[in-house]
């Protein structure tokens, strides 16, 4: 009887994304955040709000593609309201901002509802025990999302969380979605588990010595 799939959706990020890719994101969004703030602070209260919030896009979608850019993860141009992606293996990488509690808001936008369909080869690893047939997706779509506290008056400056989300195929809830302070931690577990896997073995030379004379070198 076939084994169920060892694969996991957080294994498969961490073999495809860096870790400096990952904390090059998470840099570049704080930047742009603070950096938007400051261009809409002083503005009238009335339209306070708004106005961050454009900054916001314009200013984190900067950061963001240059945070791509710098890790060879090949960014789109910035276009308008266009999304920016990258690409790092199987992953597409965008991004967003909400406000924290309602990540239904993130469907808003039609284009990262139809990114997030490639995602359907990855709902099995959702309850891996239960496949043993799954079949590495060439496609799959990752988000950071930018969580602010949804007032103007609450830490406007900084997301209060910035996490990293991989979608169901219609962005109705998430496979797998964690604070990216948590997440690159997984780079140091991986790379423990990969020492720990290797084993020393004795030279040839050392193996006859020890068959000739049974004492070890």
């Known amino acids: 009887m076939p084994l169920p799939t060892k694969e996991s959706i957080p294994g498969l990020l961490v073999r495809n994304l860096s870790r400096e890719l ?8 704080l930047v742009g955040a603070q950096r938007a703030y400051a261009a809409a602070h002083g503005m009238n209260e009335g339209h306070l709000a708004h106005a961050v919030g454009q ?4 200013h984190m979608n900067e950061a963001f593609q240059r945070a791509l850019a710098t890790a060879g993860a090949s960014p ?12 790092c293996g199987i992953f597409t990488l965008a991004r967003f901002n909400i406000p924290d509690g309602f990540w239904i808001n993130s469907r808003r936008s039609k284009t990262r509802r139809q990114m997030s369909f490639a995602n359907r080869a990855m709902e099995p690893l959702v309850q891996p025990e239960l496949f043993s ?5 060439a496609d799959a779509v990752a988000f950071f999302a ?5 007032s103007i008056h609450v830490q406007p400056a900084a997301p209060i969380s910035i996490q990293i989300a991989v979608p169901d195929r219609e962005m109705r809830g998430w496979l797998f979605r964690e604070d990216v302070g948590d997440f690159v931690k997984r780079f140091d577990q991986a790379s423990s588990g990969q020492r720990d896997m290797a084993r020393p073995t004795l030279k040839k030379n050392i193996n006859k010595r020890q068959d000739k004379d049974g004492t070890s070198q």
């Open 146 to 150: 930018a969580c602010f506290s949804g």
């Open 133 to 137: 047939d799954f079949q590495l997706p």
């Open 76 to 87: 789109t141009p910035i276009s308008g309201n266009t999304i920016v992606t990258g690409r």
């Open 22 to 29: 990952v904390l090059g994101i998470e840099e570049a969004l």
């Open 55 to 58: 900054q916001r896009h314009f």
